[in-house]
């Protein structure tokens, strides 16, 4: 079964530095690009960042630029986002999602159940 | 950046009404529009990619339609199981941006 599955949330306080795994199962991990994306609390979803299938490229969201980074090891199926300095308006589940190109177009197919970062004193 | 700009934001339809969803972009992106469908407690779930493409697996009263700035998400015949919110996304730009949702409730 193709699977991701999110670990690593928890509560932080502001300033504070945790880091998100993302595992996946099912599927060739390497050969396909990977996102993370969060969603707060009653809210909508925000893109977050993005890591090419082998790890040379990479993008983030203005919001996280800086603080976050993405990273991944293809040989133990895993995906990463270390969070530094959190701000309370990171609080959120964060998802992690496969990321799929069919006919020119990218799409996330694949998503897991998400884990929560709650950043409060 | 690009905006992405749903309406409404939510709705309130019957079992077998036909639904329109419209999203905007703050520029011309072509075809590269996604829909995802949202349920409560759950991950956000493909239906169309492409602007209108079915991803393999989804009902076929979902149908998507446009390009350049304009699109829209069309549910011919409202099902009790369609209850959910609706995102559009953006993928011409690897800076991917969503919309900010439309909630939709069966009456």
């Known amino acids: 079964e193709v699977q991701l599955v999110e670990s690593g949330g928890g509560l932080v306080q502001p300033g504070g530095s945790l880091r998100l795994s993302c595992a996946a199962s099912?599927?060739?991990?390497?050969?396909?690009?990977m996102n993370w994306v969060r969603q707060a609390p009653g809210k909508g979803l925000e893109w977050v960042s993005y890591?090419?299938?082998?790890?040379?490229?990479?993008y983030y969201a203005d919001s996280v630029k800086g603080r976050f980074t993405i990273s991944r090891d293809n040989a133990k199926n895993s995906l990463y986002l270390q969070m530094n300095s959190l701000r309370a308006e990171d609080t959120a589940v964060y998802y992690c999602?496969?990321?799929?190109?069919?006919?020119?177009?990218?799409?996330?197919?694949?998503w897991g159940r998400g884990t929560m970062v709650t950043v409060s004193s | 950046d690009i905006q992405m700009t749903q309406s409404p934001s939510s709705l309130s339809a019957s079992v077998g009404d036909r639904v329109t969803i419209t999203c905007r972009a703050s520029q011309r992106i072509s075809k590269y529009l996604n829909w995802y469908q949202q349920k409560p407690g759950e991950a956000p779930k493909l239906l169309i990619y492409?602007?209108?493409t079915l991803q393999s697996g989804v009902p076929s009263r979902f149908c998507g339609s446009g390009s350049g700035t304009d699109f829209t998400l069309t549910i011919s015949s409202l099902q009790p199981e369609d209850s959910a919110t609706y995102y559009c996304?953006?993928?011409?730009?690897?800076?991917?941006?969503f919309g900010q949702g439309t909630k939709l409730e069966i009456k």
């Open positions: 492409g602007a209108s």
């Open positions: 996304q953006q993928s011409y730009i690897t800076q991917y941006s």
């Open positions: 999602a496969r990321e799929i190109v069919v006919g020119g177009s990218d799409a996330f197919d694949i």
């Open positions: 099912g599927f060739t991990f390497s050969s396909y690009e």
């Open positions: 890591i090419s299938n082998s790890g040379s490229t990479i």
